[in-house]
């Protein structure tokens, strides 16, 4: 992916993640929305291809993922950042 889309402290990637993951309760859209406009899913997903390194980084980034799809918000997401095949 580009440069654009790298992080460049990972570490504030994990605790942001980790806080986002394991918040307790429901995740709103607003919070989600939040969350993304800091760290956005290109972000992500380029951290999970090149930060493997990063202890627990892939865990909590898993975990994020899975609890912002949960929301409107991100699920509404989903299909501007799926490859069309064909």
Do not use: W
Not at 38 to 49: K, M, S, T
Not at 56 to 80: D, H
């Amino acid at each position: 992916m580009e440069e654009e889309y790298s992080v460049s402290d990972p570490t504030l990637l994990l605790i942001s993640a980790s806080n986002f993951a394991f918040h307790p309760g429901f995740q709103s859209d607003s919070s989600t929305k939040e969350f993304l406009d800091r760290f956005p899913l290109p972000v992500i997903i380029n951290a999970l291809q090149t930060k493997g390194d990063v202890p627990g980084l892939e865990n909590a980034l898993v975990a994020c993922l899975e609890r912002i799809f949960k929301t409107k918000y991100g699920a509404s997401l989903i299909p501007q950042y799926m490859q069309r095949k064909g």
